[in-house]
């Protein structure tokens, strides 16, 4: 460990035995930017030592992973950034079980690289592998298989955690059960996973069974998502925001299946790491590290209404095939930095949660309002999702949208005004929203849609867990706007 000494304004802050530094951090999509003290140890016992040291200077602190969230949950601007990415052990693997047991800075590719070769997979996988556990649990991500596994937090057997009390805590289903359901989804506002046990899936394949079909419209969109959950794996569509009228709502839709013992002739190849890693160049001569160069000419309203023509287009041929794993599940990671082809102004992802019977009609007023502005979503991506029992719990039986924007300076304010529009709409189509992706949520959105219940059980655990109020983020204050920072206590709308 590197002895650093940290300064505020002209007066030496505290002295740490950790690796700290003060720098600009910034979202995934770019677009959102936080000067912070970043501290990264390299033990867990070291936590404590943060805490103290920001209650003594009345700073707050905020976890980061790998920093992939759209908004603002891992900022802390003037704050402390808690980057745990030095805190990344893999503590116990039981290939008999499949239980798991890791530190919260394990990527998900750490993860997956280490069991598939032993015939499992993670339960639930972002659309990245680069992705923290302890991210994935602060985020309670879900993946293309929500609606038949839920969220990651439903696949956990038991977490530890450090408090900023110091006290440690040992949560499951059972054990301390409230804080489990709400640590999970958290965003790191009530304390710090630790350490984390998780229960991994049996696979009998490298290979998926993945079937590609068109959908003409919104309509035919959403009924494929129904229809064909009952009897996938995993499903997840492709939505096209730069039309509307009789095709609005149009795209592919990805139905797979995991194969069954006996399908795969030879599965002991097809789950050795070398048939899953995603090669890093388009047909073995263009590095894709270089590829997002190509695609920022094209990121606007003409050249993406041209690209997703030509995509929409070309899945016209409905067609089945296998693939690895990691193909289907990280495409992301095909393109390597690809959200920087938005340029320097990044991107907003706007994510909403809708029940099945009201989505048509909402999304359908959403997109048609995004093109009459002339914003048009240049990438949409659809899912199936059913409920669980986290306090702040994104999912509901319905589906969901995610929708990228490009943000310029010149349509920053009207964009914004744009996503305050969506929130209407899907606030009174009794939907939900996610707090790891939109960046423009309000208090008053965040409050409708949890429900005073849900916001009174998650003040008295923040007043039990963090009673000084030093677990903070730019997110948290955005969004649940604190009065006063000890006590976690409210603005009075919110204690409403």
């Given at each position: 460990m590197r002895h650093h000494t940290l300064f505020i304004m002209d007066g030496p802050l505290n002295t740490l035995d950790l690796e700290t530094s003060f720098r600009s951090l910034e979202n995934f999509g770019h677009s959102l930017r936080?000067?912070?003290?970043?501290?990264?140890?390299?033990?867990?016992?070291?936590?404590?030592?943060v805490f103290t040291l920001a209650r003594r200077q009345g700073l707050s602190v905020t976890a980061r992973g790998a920093g992939l969230s759209y908004n603002d949950a891992a900022l802390n601007g003037g704050g402390i950034v808690l980057d745990l990415t030095g805190i990344?052990?893999?503590?116990?693997?039981?290939?008999?079980?499949?239980?798991?047991?890791?530190?919260?800075?394990?990527t998900l590719r750490q993860l997956w690289q280490l069991v598939e070769p032993d015939g499992w997979w993670p339960p639930v996988v972002s659309g990245t592998m680069l992705t923290t556990v302890g991210g994935c649990l602060g985020a309670n991500v879900h993946g293309k298989n929500n609606f038949k596994l839920g969220p990651i937090g439903e696949h956990v057997v038991e977490f530890r955690a450090v408090l900023p009390s110091g006290e440690e805590v040992l949560c499951s289903p059972k054990k301390n059960a409230d804080l489990f359901y709400a640590m999970i989804g958290g965003f790191g506002m009530l304390g710090i996973f630790t350490a984390i046990k998780l229960q991994m899936k049996r696979i009998h394949s490298g290979l998926l069974e993945v079937s590609a079909r068109p959908v003409a419209n919104l309509h035919d969109h959403l009924?494929?998502?129904?229809?064909?959950?009952?009897?996938?794996?995993?499903?997840?569509?492709?939505?096209?925001g730069t039309v509307g009228g009789r095709v609005l709502g149009r795209g592919q839709i990805h139905v797979a299946r995991l194969l069954h013992e006996g399908e795969d002739p030879d599965p002991s190849r097809s789950m050795q790491l070398r048939n899953q890693v995603l090669p890093p160049r388009i047909f073995g001569i263009l590095p894709k590290s270089k590829l997002h160069l190509f695609m920022r000419p094209f990121?606007?309203?003409?050249?993406?209404?041209?690209?997703?023509?030509?995509?929409?287009?070309?899945?016209?041929r409905r067609h089945t095939f296998r693939q690895s794993h990691a193909a289907f599940h990280f495409l992301f990671d095909y393109v390597p930095d690809w959200e920087r082809a938005y340029g320097r102004g990044g991107l907003i992802q706007y994510q909403s949660f809708l029940p099945k019977e009201r989505a048509e009609e909402a999304w359908s007023e959403m997109i048609s309002l995004s093109l009459r502005r002339g914003l048009p979503s240049y990438l949409g991506v659809t899912k199936r999702h059913r409920p669980d029992k986290f306090l702040f719990?994104?999912?509901?039986?319905?589906?969901?949208?995610?929708?990228?924007?490009?943000?310029?300076?010149?349509?920053r304010p009207r964009l914004?005004?744009?996503l305050q529009e969506f929130d209407r709409i899907v606030l009174e189509a009794g939907g939900r929203f996610y707090f790891a992706k939109n960046s423009e949520t309000l208090p008053q959105t965040a409050a409708h849609?949890?429900?005073?219940?849900?916001?009174?059980?998650?003040?008295?655990?923040?007043?039990?867990?963090?009673?000084?109020?030093?677990?903070e983020s730019n997110l948290y204050r955005r969004v649940f706007a604190p009065e006063v920072?000890?006590?976690?206590?409210?603005?009075?709308?919110?204690?409403?």
């Open positions: 936080a000067a912070s003290y970043v501290v990264r140890p390299t033990h867990a016992e070291e936590i404590p030592e990344n052990r893999i503590i116990d693997w039981n290939p008999a079980t499949g239980e798991l047991l890791v530190e919260p800075g394990v009924a494929n998502l129904r229809e064909h959950s009952p009897t996938a794996d995993y499903i997840v569509g492709w939505l096209d990121m606007n309203n003409l050249g993406t209404s041209a690209v997703n023509a030509g995509k929409y287009a070309a899945s016209l719990s994104h999912a509901l039986d319905g589906f969901s949208a995610a929708m990228d924007f490009k943000i310029t300076n010149r349509n914004s005004q744009l849609f949890l429900g005073p219940k849900a916001i009174a059980e998650f003040r008295r655990l923040k007043q039990r867990c963090d009673p000084n109020g030093v677990l920072r000890g006590g976690g206590q409210w603005t009075a709308m919110m204690s409403s």
